[in-house]
């Protein structure tokens, strides 16, 4: 496999499963064409309220 050219970083809530579903489905489906010339990283995290 060849090692993308890009790495896209994307944050996200764990609450947003469909969010993160929506972008594999359309522009990031990209990163999957065998290609290889970007690939997507979701950062998960939540807020720590009141420490």
Request: proline residues 4%; positive net charge.
């Amino acid at each position: 496999s060849r090692r993308p050219r890009l790495l896209v970083a994307v944050s996200s809530w764990p609450a947003r499963f469909a969010q993160r579903q929506a972008i594999r489905f359309s522009w990031g489906r990209g990163s999957n064409d065998g290609n290889g010339s970007f690939r997507i990283v979701f950062f998960l995290g939540c807020v720590s309220v009141g420490r």
